[in-house]
């Protein structure tokens, strides 16, 4: 069969589920439990909850028996090859067994996140298209920025364009020197793509013009020269709505990660 590389890492992922590093006794290869499928592996019998699953990632009926053949054929397959990394050791390797684990929690976190962005509806989405078609105004603007770790290191530079220096060449003389984070032209941005403070300055510029103090954002202080401003042509919502549904998810995906990270006990 030539499914075996595409069905190994849910095995391992699923190998790694219930992973007993406290035991002294050998490492099972299936790692769940419940009731047993007709499949036996090795002597093993799998648990009909695994069957399930891959039938499941598989799209496939197990009402079906021709369907439910497939899935204990390819589960045949999966396991013997995962038999066969266990015989030589791998189970019992520290660094695989934490690699499995890595993999393990990426999936649980994964599916918590999927759990909590399944439920959009049209609606959602056209009110998160929304908030970003205010958020984001009715301009766009050609910048280009230097950004210092520290505001007195931005002070050479101002003096230097106060004095007649190409915004230009004082961007490539900067660009990877020491508490210099990034030096370069952003092309074209709209306010919600820039942290609030720098959006609000760059408005306020005429063009051509560069911002006179450095900006303070959360990623360090800015100078920033506005190249040119245009209307935004707002894409309609049909045409944009999967880039919204991906949009959505990846910030309730970060506000999950904050709320989780907040209301865990860390100790270094």
């Not at 959006?199 to 306020?204: C, F, T």
């Amino acid at each position: 069969m030539k499914t075996l590389p595409m069905l190994l890492p849910i095995l391992l992922a699923l190998a790694a589920c219930g992973q007993d590093t406290g035991s002294s006794g050998p490492v099972r290869l299936v790692q769940i439990d419940g009731p047993a499928s007709a499949l036996k592996v090795d002597g093993e019998a799998v648990p009909e909850a695994l069957v399930d699953a891959y039938a499941r990632k598989r799209g496939w009926d197990l009402h079906d028996p021709g369907q439910r053949e497939q899935v204990y054929e390819q589960l045949t397959e999966l396991l013997a090859v995962a038999s066969a990394a266990r015989k030589q050791g791998l189970m019992d390797d520290e660094s695989v067994r934490a690699d499995l684990e890595l993999e393990r929690l990426n999936r649980l976190s994964g599916m918590l996140v999927e759990r909590a962005t399944g439920t959009l509806t049209d609606a959602d989405l056209r009110a998160a298209y929304d908030q970003e078609i205010v958020a984001a105004g009715n301009e766009e603007f050609l910048v280009a920025h230097i950004l210092f770790e520290r505001a007195e290191l931005a002070a050479p530079l101002l003096a230097a364009l106060q004095g007649g220096a190409s915004f230009d060449e004082q961007m490539r003389a900067l660009a990877g020197q020491p508490g210099v984070r990034d030096a370069k032209d952003l092309g074209w941005v709209r306010r919600n793509s820039m942290p609030p403070a720098l959006a609000e300055a760059v408005a306020g510029l005429a063009d051509g013009a560069y911002t006179p103090a450095a900006v303070q954002s959360e990623f360090g202080w800015h100078v920033a020269l506005l190249r040119s401003r245009r209307a935004l042509n707002v894409p309609p919502f049909e045409q944009v709505r999967e880039a919204v549904e991906a949009s959505v998810k990846r910030k309730r995906a970060q506000e999950i990660a904050k709320q989780a990270r907040a209301e865990v006990k860390v100790e270094k």
